[in-house]
Nanobody, 125 residues
Framework: QVQLVESGGGLVQPGGSLRLSCAAS????????IGWFRQAPGKEREGVSC????????YYADSVKGRFTISRDNAKNTVFLQMNSLKPEDTAVYYC??????????????????WGQGTQVTVSS
């Protein structure tokens, strides 16, 4: 069964850090681009970051650039999202997703084939 499972979410104070993990099973992560998306109540799902399946190139939304870092460990079939300097506006459910597509379209949710269940990230004092 193809499955993506996110973990690492929780409650953190502004300025704090969290590390999200996305573990893949049922398929080999090596050949998929992996994206992180987030969705806050009443808002559209937005692309946060993506890492290429081929050359490891990374992409970031302007809102998180310089604060978030995406990485992958193909041996562990896992992708990570290190989130630093968190802000209240980062509060959302975070999802990882896998797909094969032109990377210039990484920020479109419709490009992804497999999705995790999501993990809640709450940034509040």
């Amino acid at each position: 069964q193809v499955q993506l499972v996110e973990s690492g979410g929780g409650l953190v104070q502004p300025g704090g850090s969290l590390r999200l993990s996305c573990a893949a099973s049922g398929f080999t992560l090596d050949y998929y681009a992996i994206g992180w998306f987030r969705q806050a109540p009443g808002k559209e799902r937005e692309g946060v970051s993506c890492i290429s399946s081929s050359d490891g190139r990374t992409y970031y939304a302007d809102s998180v650039k310089g604060r978030f870092t995406i990485s992958r460990d193909n041996a562990k079939n896992t992708v990570f999202l290190q989130m630093n300097s968190l802000k209240p506006e980062d509060t959302a459910v975070y999802y990882c997703a896998a797909g094969r597509f032109r990377h210039k379209r990484w920020y479109f949710a419709s490009e992804y084939d497999y999705w995790g269940q999501g993990t809640q990230v709450t940034v509040s004092s």
